[in-house]
């Protein structure tokens, strides 16, 4: 075991467990204020249902033994995952690390559901999901499944976290329709500075996503940190100059859409290209992501937050060009792209890119009508006017206390009733 | 001269803006109410504190307006403002004895009719 | 020295420090917006002085050789306490981390005592506090002191630094006396979004508190941080399910509270026990916190921000359990807990946590008296009234600037009046 | 190379990138919400356009071979920046470190002419500022210039970045006039805590700013580490006792100023001097900045957030202090200052404050002007009376949506419309 | 019918809902205002700019009554509102042409009678 | 007793509580309202979804006067809130039935008196 690497493990799996209160923030504030809990919720249930359900079967299926299609049980319960070398680090660090990948894709999805799905439902959903969508997925990629065997290029995750979660997105948002104001109203961000924070915490904690992929504090990780940096600044640039050669006027939540979409589309590439290669495919990511938002709107898909253009495109145009631009003297020799030799590579990456998107779907699309049998997945019309977070979570985001009337529990029980105060300080003015 | 006081739903305010516009209202003003009538109250809960909430969110416009506009204008709001349930809201109508536009310093009548 | 590990303990330290900003932002979001900065500041202070009084007299009491009940004087003002090896850092980056402890200690304490202390008393508090209570009880446990002797196991703090909080906590709300408005209004969070990111970035924060104390990047800092993030993964998931089952909604601020008092019980537990044990005690540790909230409510003790039922059950539960689960095929060999052969060993937690409350009790009950002989500790019920912000600090956490009124100030003295603008732009519309 | 430097690399450049979010917060806090996102995407725009600048250009000016004054070209668009060693981490990746340099620095800024210039010509003035101010000046301490060979000490770039920052700051201010509204209304902070959040992000990435200027995992980064945690906890202390000495009331937004304060002054020292040192430094620093604050709101001088109070003088404090407190046995015998033997380090330190301050003074007016001739700076009265939210960006930081209307875009053509939703569950209330 | 403005202190809110509903008022309407009277003014400060707070917050009760409704009305808002320091308050009572509730567009007397 | 309500630009505030000052105006209630006029609207962009904001910000006062001093009140308001573009606003002046000072339950003419 390598010390160094340890180090930098520890660092790469905090900052990809930050990243999920960092997409709360981000999605949070793009919703209206009634449902900025139910939508920051989203997410931090993944922190508790995926993590654990991971621990106990998810790593099991993703990382153990098993065949070309998924693992086995072996590892489940995390038997037999310690302190042992994995690599360079010790085991148990490695399948933290790959934990804190399941949360965050599960928790992507949530954007596109946002502010109509009732939160009981949505919890088995997504405990379900991280266990049978995205286990097998990420052992077909990393997990020497069939994709691997293949030579799919995908260094932290372009198709098995954003193509895969914005696949999932899609079909949540058909199955469970349009929200009852969309596209008749107009659904505004009710905090927009939340949401650039949360692009900011965002940026922050990919870098142990995307250089935390190399699984050790060496070259091939600086180069990924390098990448994560420039491409996803190309991104914002042509994203801000998309919005002023269009409207004159560069929006905010454009600026932190255009940061994430960059980020999204450097993550299959980040140890594979060289850091101009990266520039170039952050500025290309722009475009498809860009005209897919606005293009979006217009039609009755009420992807709400845009997971599809964003993490779809994003990652599919990632996935691509990792397959064009890779370069064999930058990534230590492992792989090269068309442009540098091996056209089939792109082949590859396509295959890759189409198989996620219907495995997703179609997993996605089983788990959401059987728990549809269930109980309803989609809260009532009223509810949804109120807000979710008044109806699903008996709270709401911000209070001033007016009209609330305190409903006084039964005193405790004579002799647990505690002391009055020791003091006579109170109301010394 | 008479002003107009409505108190609606929150949910409701994008219909009665356009109906009011297509009733030829051209100003008005609103702002955010809680109000309490007969609504149900919604229970909250933070940590070990229950509350019983029994004020909700509603809307008040207010539009001044000349008296014949009076009734197209409370028309326009309870034909868009209705959803039938209890919680719709209430109009008022006040008596005005002045308005003054303050760019122009104009009175009455003149006050409230658009620029155009 | 070794140079991973002083990476790691680099970030360490920086991720301790970032949680008392954090704890700020978690308890800042809990209170009215009339009192949100005071409640921040009471943290942000501890950053000033208690991190200057450790620096001149805290960390040699605490760390210093001394006795077996409190350390000399010998590194007063950090004398000897350069860049030598201590372990396998430097002595001074040791001191460091050290010293992010006992901020975030002090900080923790505030909970109970927001929106009626006055904040001058408040500074004089803390700063004693930081020297004669929490130097002390570290020196005892990790210091060389009478409970290390002992054997007790606390692997990140759980006594020295939750327990002992919650102790000082339960006094000083005590002393204080309940807010005004207590049990008469509802006293409402003005911001949960606030306090659902303070509870991630204290997440993200832990992993340097727990993973952190292994002092170095290895195998044991592996396994705490793992358990830093499965602990609190079922807290949370514990917790969502007893509000479900209780009332049919998940709170948001029951699931910050969750993820904290997982955070809190796997502290002491972090180095020592298996995953899975973490797990468990991750699951066990909701339970008693969760029923104390709701029972407290019902009491007379304004302990605002619920310190002794988070940190105080949290901590206790961890200590305890610690003295059950440990496993030494998992901590080196170091100790095992009583289901792993060493039944005594819950008995040492045990005294542990007993002379921890008692010596934190007394010691804050002390200090609290001997500032309240020289200024009122409680703000006037007038002061309560309009909100400690612009009564103890004289601004408001979010204004609109309505009804302000500049007050101009005599001009500058002829001669230093800067020159108007070089520029002919301004008012170019 | 060295992996642990490596690994300590990577975290301190991700912690300095987080810097400009935190910092987009810290300002973000400061201003009328009606410019809330303005102000924060003033920074934001730096990540994309300072870094982008930084890897084509910016570089190889200051950091490729060139001369005294400026580098060459020859590492323009990264040319031979690759994973090869410089020092004992791979060039790309020091090269990336010192990008996240010059992004915070062009964003410091922005602090002194918020809420007033446009969008459009600021992108163009902080690209070029990037290139041909930053740059230069970061050639001449850091890349073998002629500061370099004098002997200057900045550790991390109290003259590079803070002083460099503040004077341009300080012309900005100056050519582009005051807000309409500056000294005739009161112009508030609209979100305290975000300022607290900000400040309190920005200590933790600071760490990376300070210690990872050693370039290494080494007692220099964690003696510049123990430095960036005392000083600014030292500055923090004075600055609320001198606010309740004049007012009795110790403000948040002095706490958050005075942290900044602290961080900035000990920037250049943090790896020169000892921790005892640095506490003083952070203590006296507070003085200046403290008493500059007050009287620059009485002058004509609209730097509107303080940039030259805070980041000029603490700077200038700093650096001269370097050249008064430097010890050769803290530093590894890099360097004496004052006290300790070699008294004409401190002419050396005021030469570089100097120097930086006319150069960048000169370079800021150039640019300014130059940008000027192609579009107005200034938004226009009624812009800015509306907010520059809502005139650049087209959007408002916090809405709820009233009487917002819905611009239906033409609905997409046929055939590309999306299927109705494929549930029945929708409005099963 | 009359229309019933009273502004008090935010503190007293609860109080002053609670006297209300034993009054058997069962429809109001209120919001966050800003008032300025003989109140003590407050000064803050942010680094250099030292500003008074002449506006104190306060909340606003609009209550429509019908005519015999008002003096129990008023008597039940002056009882509860008070504290006896300068900032209590002020009650108007203004004279209301028409009501109409929403929901049924039922007019006057009718609009404001509880429903059940 | 007339009550004034007047809607003015937030932006003008500041000035128009300043010369209500010098109009010896004593006590009033303000709080932010969204009005609708003449005024051009804005349009924000938000991802795809593009809006049209016609709700302008402004800033709603309302004072209590005795008879005799509503024409110095509105002529205060009318000096300081003008700037003369459209969207300045407008005042109404409403007639009152009575008033209390909630503090002493003093009527009317009293109730409105400064306290000094
Ligand atoms: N007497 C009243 N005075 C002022 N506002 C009222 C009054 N009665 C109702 N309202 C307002 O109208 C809203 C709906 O009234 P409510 O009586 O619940 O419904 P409905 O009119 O459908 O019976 C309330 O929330 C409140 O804001
Ligand atoms: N003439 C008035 N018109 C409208 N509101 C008023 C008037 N006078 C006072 N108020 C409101 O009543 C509040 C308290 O009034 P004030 O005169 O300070 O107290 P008191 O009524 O106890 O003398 C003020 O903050 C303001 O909101
Ligand atoms: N009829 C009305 N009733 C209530 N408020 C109005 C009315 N007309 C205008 N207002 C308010 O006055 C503001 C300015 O009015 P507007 O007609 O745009 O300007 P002007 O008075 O300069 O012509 C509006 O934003 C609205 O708040």
Chains 1, 3, 4 share one sequence.
């Not at chain 1, 788990?367 to 109120?386: D, N, Q």
Request: charged share 15%.
């Amino acid at each position: 075991m390598n010390n160094a690497d340890i180090a930098w493990m520890l660092v790469a799996t905090a900052l990809v467990l930050l990243m999920t209160p960092a997409l709360a923030l981000f999605y949070g504030g793009l919703v209206r204020s009634k449902n900025s809990l139910n939508t920051m919720m989203m997410s931090f249930a993944s922190l508790g249902f995926v993590g654990v359900g991971w621990a106990l079967v998810g790593y099991s299926l993703a990382f153990g033994p098993g065949n070309l299609w998924l693992g086995d049980l072996s590892r489940a319960m995390l038997r037999g995952v310690g302190l042992e070398p994995s690599g360079s680090i010790p085991h148990l660090l490695f399948a933290a690390f790959q934990c804190t990948f399941a949360i965050i894709t599960v928790a992507l999805i949530s954007g596109a559901i946002v502010e109509r799905m009732r939160f009981g439902p949505y919890l088995a959903f997504l405990t379900l999901w991280g266990i049978f969508v995205y286990a097998p997925l990420a052992h077909w990629v990393w997990g020497g499944g069939w994709l691997a065997k293949l030579g799919i290029l995908d260094f932290a995750g372009g198709t098995v976290v954003h193509v895969n979660a914005a696949a999932a997105a899609l079909v949540a948002a058909l199955v469970l329709g349009p929200r009852k104001d969309f596209a008749r109203q107009a659904i505004l961000p009710h905090n927009v500075p939340f949401t650039l924070l949360g692009a900011g915490l965002l940026w922050f904690g990919w870098f142990g996503f995307n250089a935390g992929s190399a699984l050790g504090a060496n070259a091939s990780a600086a180069l990924a940190f390098c990448n994560t940096m420039l491409a996803p600044a190309a991104t914002l640039v042509v994203w801000i100059l998309l919005d002023l050669s269009r409207t004159g006027r560069a929006t905010a939540v454009g600026a932190a859409t255009g940061i994430v979409v960059g980020l999204v589309a450097v993550t299959p590439a980040a140890g594979y290209v060289s850091p101009l290669s990266a520039i170039l495919l952050g500025a290309v990511a722009a475009f498809p992501s860009y005209f897919a938002l606005l293009w979006r709107a217009r039609t009755r898909l009420d992807d709400s937050l845009d997971v599809v253009a964003a993490h779809g495109l994003g990652g599919t145009v990632g996935a691509l060009l990792t397959g064009v631009l890779a370069e064999r003297a930058w990534n230590g020799g492992a792989a090269a792209g068309a442009l540098f030799g091996e056209p089939r590579r792109v082949l590859v990456q396509a295959a890759g890119v189409v198989a996620a998107i219907a495995f997703s779907a179609g997993g996605t699309f089983a788990i959401l009508k059987l728990v549809g049998l269930f109980a309803p997945l989609r809260a009532g019309v009223r509810e949804e006017g109120l807000g979710l977070d008044v109806t699903q979570h008996g709270e709401e985001g911000y209070t001033r206390g007016e009209g609330a009337i305190l409903v006084l529990p039964d005193p405790a029980p004579a002799g647990v009733g505690l002391p009055a105060p020791l003091s006579a300080e109170s109301g010394s003015a | 001269m008479k002003l107009v006081v409505a108190i609606v739903r929150p949910e409701k305010l994008g219909e009665v803006l356009e109906s009011l516009y297509r009733a030829e209202v051209r100003g008005l003003t609103i702002h955010r109410v809680q109000g309490h009538g007969g609504e149900m109250e919604r229970v909250e809960t933070y940590r070990g504190t229950t509350v019983k909430m029994d004020l909700s969110d509603k809307v008040r416009l207010e539009i001044g307006v000349s008296d014949h506009f009076v009734e197209p204008t409370v028309k326009a709001i309870l034909d868009s403002a209705r959803t039938g349930d209890v919680g719709d809201g209430k109009i008022f109508v006040l008596p005005v004895e002045k308005v003054y536009r303050i760019r122009t310093a104009e009175e009455d009548q003149a006050a409230v009719t658009p620029v155009s």
